[in-house]
């Protein structure tokens, strides 16, 4: 399919969102600056060819692996490409593009698809750099406890944003929030979308796919991948879903390795974290013993490394020896859940990894895990930065074009922006026509002041608390025309405004927010399968793509 058809790619750097930590934006656009945190250069060529040989050597029961995706993916309907990517994991010389994500509703906002982009476009690449059979993976993040955190997605409706969020009767909330069923409370989610999104071509195929994929009886997990899976139908890309007790066991070393040795990591995280913190950067991560929760009948518990070995279940009277614990893991090794420290290294643990595609968090907690990845004996993968992308519709353009600014110039807050725009909009200069005025008031203040005094000495601080007022009710005018100004420019208040939430909803990115039904209701099923071959996979600088 050719690029956006009318469509505009434009650039603007990271930094001037004023939306990403400094530690991420070094990372896409000076990485010699933080190049002691990383395993390599994501953008250069030999250091992708070194990743995908030690992703080829790392030790891995690929049969196994490939028989359980066989299964996994069948369930969420696997096609012929799907297929034969999962087959080429058997051959040890195949390698796999990885990026992951938790089970949002609906997909969650958009930056899970174009997580997803980033990935197809790098396995095509890769492939060609290093004439390696590259498999596209996407992680199946569904063992978090925090239900709240996805359970609400979000669409436009005329210029305002819409919740729309899932609330079910949680009470038998099995801890990992992706085994949840979806009980008959997410009809009301469906039709309030059905509500929110506009009459369209296209608006009864999106959503035939959203209530397909949606229904009640169906877990969290299912339901994300399904819809994920069937808006990039034949491209081959390959879930996995690590809460599977046949992925679990074949993570046994790397959990044994973390109840034999719970310290070494924390003490590395945190002694990367201090070299970060002195470099001027954030740390991402706060690292603890152990890196493991319990996945028990009640919930998902952190397991607490506690006195003499002892492993204590947080927010229970439960305890665990450590000789207890690993016999536990032999006998039911479905029961232990990664925390954000061991889940990238079971990933990698599983499967050939080469480069794992990130956001600006994944990419800022990767720099802490050099050597938790060295004790763990596995060789990292490059990180590569998900493509960042504005969507800028064509009425919103308008906006843009009208008062000359750019995606960089809409901040969190938006009445700077009014008050810049308004500055420049007025007929009268306020700022040059008040300053012209100043320098002859002080002239004649000064000329008055020494024959002021020449009358009684004493006047003289008189005379300059006459000029203070003087200046203040000057000040105060000006502000009063501005003021004045600004309420003849509801229209153009207006404008900004639209604007502003279409392009940072809540003070947030869109990317971060919006859910892409409301911009396939509008543009398409087809609009996924165009981005893919119209951003780029330098991602290096956000993409903004005039629709």
């Not at 390698?95 to 609906?106: E, N, P, S």
């Not at 959203?210 to 969290?220: D, E, I, N, S």
């Not at 028990?296 to 614990?325: A, I």
Request: with cysteine; net charge negative; charged share 25%.
């Amino acid at each position: 399919m050719p690029p956006l058809a009318n469509a505009t790619l434009r650039h603007t750097s990271p930094a001037a969102l004023g939306a990403f930590p400094d530690l991420f934006v070094d990372y896409c656009t000076r990485f010699s600056a933080v190049a002691r945190f990383y395993p390599g250069d994501w953008r250069d060529l030999e250091a992708r060819r070194d990743a995908a040989d030690a992703a080829a050597r790392r030790p891995a029961n690929r049969d196994a692996l490939a028989d359980a995706l066989l299964d996994q993916n069948q369930r969420w309907g696997l096609d012929a490409a799907t297929r034969t990517h999962i087959e080429a994991l058997r051959d040890p010389e195949s390698i796999a593009i990885v990026t992951g994500q938790q089970v949002g509703l609906f997909t969650g906002p958009l930056y899970t698809l174009y997580k997803t982009i980033t990935t197809l476009q790098l396995a095509e690449e890769w492939a060609e750099q290093t004439g390696r059979t590259v498999v596209p993976v996407f992680w199946v993040e569904g063992e978090d406890h925090d239900f709240e955190e996805i359970a609400t997605a979000h669409v436009f409706r005329r210029n305002e944003v819409v919740p729309l969020t899932y609330a079910p009767d949680r009470a038998s909330n099995p801890g990992a929030v992706g085994r949840l069923v979806l009980t008959d409370a997410i009809n009301d989610v469906l039709d309030r979308l059905d509500e929110a999104l506009p009459a369209s071509d296209f608006k009864p195929a999106v959503m035939e796919r959203v209530r397909a994929a949606y229904r009640p009886g169906t877990p969290l997990e299912d339901a994300f991948t399904r819809l994920l899976r069937s808006l990039f139908p034949d491209d081959g890309l390959v879930f996995i879903n690590p809460d599977d007790a046949r992925l679990k066991a074949l993570a046994r070393p790397l959990f044994r390795r973390d109840i034999e040795d719970p310290r070494t990591p924390s003490a590395r995280i945190e002694a990367t974290s201090r070299a970060l913190r002195e470099q001027g950067y954030h740390a991402q991560v706060s690292a603890r013993p152990t890196n493991l929760f319990w996945l028990g009948n009640d919930g998902r518990h952190p397991l607490d490394l506690g006195d003499e070995g002892t492993f204590h279940l947080r927010h229970t009277d439960r305890t665990f020896s450590r000789p207890d614990l690993l016999r536990r893991l032999d006998a039911e090794p479905e029961r232990f859940s990664p925390n954000v420290v061991l889940r990238p290294l079971m990933q990698d643990h599983l499967l050939p990894t080469a480069a794992y595609v990130a956001g600006p968090g994944e990419v800022s907690y990767f720099a802490q895990y050099g050597g938790v990845y060295d004790w763990a004996d596995l060789a990292p993968p490059l990180i590569h930065p998900r493509a960042s992308v504005s969507l800028v519709e064509g009425k919103v353009q308008k906006v843009l074009d009208k008062y000359g600014r750019s995606v960089g110039a809409f901040g969190a807050d938006p009445d700077a922006l009014f008050q810049e725009v308004v500055m420049e909009t007025m007929e009268v200069d306020v700022d040059a026509l008040f300053s012209d005025a100043m320098p002859d008031l002080h002239k004649a203040i000064n000329a008055l002041k020494p024959e002021v005094e020449a009358v009684d000495r004493t006047l003289g601080s008189a005379t300059e608390s006459a000029r203070a007022a003087i200046v203040d009710e000057m000040e105060a005018l000006k502000q009063k025309v501005v003021r004045a100004e600004k309420r003849q420019q509801d229209e153009v208040r207006a404008q900004l405004e639209k604007a502003h939430v279409n392009l940072r909803p809540g003070g947030t990115l869109q990317e971060r927010m919006i859910n892409v039904t409301y911009f396939l209701n509008k543009y398409s099923l087809g609009l996924l399968s165009e981005l893919r071959h119209s951003l780029r996979t330098d991602t290096s600088a956000h993409q903004v793509v005039e629709l």
